[in-house]
């Protein structure tokens, strides 16, 4: 065992040598493995932090809430548009009935959804989401307020023109004053005078796009302003995921009772859904595109491999009279072999480290500029030097087996 270890230690510091001696040929071999692990990191970094921003935008009301409305939330063809259109409206009433039939929801919540112009002194916002909620959608939605507080139920009922602001507005009307400053100033909505109560805690961007950018009113107010033909969205919570089957099951049957459906209808007449519908979407939609990136940066690093290859059976032909002398002087076929299986390995995990530090860089990069979290991940470390040293064994074979058969007597002769 002392003697195969020394053997094997000999080996490493043989090809350390011949790394260093050729530095333009080192060079040359780990660009190729570099810029392959580095594809492979950033994409598997990359991905997994927009996975998890994915999941944690459309999951942060959780898996305890689904929604029922008049359309599904994803519409995929114009005929189905048509058709969801003609269904009746979902309204306050309809609210009003589940929060009082359904024994297993635990809070009920009405949204309406407008987009107006927002104006304070001489700065205005336009195409701002404003949105027409009950005092429910807060705890709904975990909405949480920096400063200042959500109207009350007695301003509610008496149809205030009080509001609630993300952090955009503060930007965009306020140049970027602080929540606390902003509290009790007015804003100008759909030509009226609301007063800011309160200011939500900021929750950043998605895609590029800003979570912030929006404008909370009491729902009376909504309807006040305008007007209650439209179709609203019922936000339905549960204690715990366990009975959100249950859930689903009471409103889906009172939905259809107050519809007028019998068992043979098949069209609820409604949409019922969570927030799933959007991981599920994304999870369709992004599967190929990470297959294809993948599979991109996998042939990097085959290329990466054949570079390899190539300079190794370079560094064959120009050292044949040294592999000659080694033979001369008692080296055998796997001493040979095994050096140059050592610095191909060698050099590809060289590569593959410098790899993952130069992935991880790039993924921090994109990651920043994009605004999602980086997921720093020891399995993808692991996997670009493994994956590295296995290109550098696959493509070290030939070259090595290639010295190893060398007739020591013809290979002394080489010039």
Not at 78 to 92: A, G, L, Q, W, Y
Not at 337 to 358: D, H, K, N, P, S
Request: charged share 20%.
């Amino acid at each position: 065992m002392r003697f195969h270890l020394s053997s094997l230690w000999e080996s490493f510091r043989v090809a350390l040598a011949s790394l260093r001696s050729n530095k333009l040929r080192t060079a040359l071999t780990l660009v190729g493995i570099v810029v392959g692990v580095s594809a492979v990191i950033a994409v598997v970094t990359i991905i997994k932090g927009l996975d998890q921003t994915v999941a944690t935008t459309f999951s942060s009301q959780g898996s305890t809430v689904f929604t029922v409305a008049k359309r599904p939330l994803i519409i995929t063809s114009r005929e189905d548009f048509i058709k969801f259109n003609r269904r009746k409206d979902v309204t306050h009433e309809d609210g009003e009935a589940i929060a009082r039939l359904c024994p297993a929801c635990w809070r009920t919540g009405i949204a309406a959804n407008a987009r107006e112009l927002v104006k304070h002194a001489d700065q205005k916002s336009e195409d701002v989401p404003v949105r027409g909620v009950t005092l429910s959608m807060f705890d709904i939605e975990d909405v949480s307020i920096e400063a200042g507080r959500a109207w009350s139920d007695s301003e509610a009922e008496a149809g205030d023109d009080a509001c609630v602001v993300g952090a955009d507005i503060l930007e965009n009307l306020f140049g970027s004053a602080l929540p606390d400053q902003v509290v009790g100033k007015e804003i100008r909505l759909a030509g009226r005078p609301f007063h800011i109560v309160g200011v939500a805690e900021k929750q950043g961007k998605i895609f590029g796009f800003s979570r912030d950018n929006f404008v909370f009113i009491p729902y009376p107010t909504y309807q006040k302003i305008f007007g209650a033909r439209d179709s609203i969205t019922i936000h339905i919570q549960v204690p715990e995921t366990a009975r959100l089957e249950e859930a689903q099951d009471q409103v889906r049957a009172i939905m259809r009772n107050r519809r007028g459906k019998n068992f043979s209808d098949e069209d609820d007449g409604f949409a019922l859904e969570s927030q799933d519908v959007f991981l599920n979407l994304y999870g369709q939609a992004t599967s190929n595109i990470y297959i294809v990136t993948i599979g991109v940066a996998a042939i990097s690093l085959v290329v990466g491999g054949i570079v390899v290859m190539n300079i190794m059976l370079v560094s064959v032909t120009e050292r044949t009279k040294e592999i000659g002398i080694r033979k001369a002087v008692g080296a055998r076929r796997i001493d040979i072999l095994r050096q140059f299986l050592i610095e191909a390995v060698t050099v590809t995990a060289i590569g593959g480290a410098i790899g993952v530090v130069t992935g991880f860089a790039l993924a921090y990069l994109l990651s920043f500029l994009m605004g999602f979290p980086l997921l720093l991940s020891i399995n993808s470390a692991v996997l670009g030097v493994g994956v590295s040293s296995v290109v550098g064994i696959i493509s070290g074979l030939w070259p090595a087996w290639r010295a190893a058969r060398l007739d020591p007597i013809e290979a002394l002769r080489a010039e």
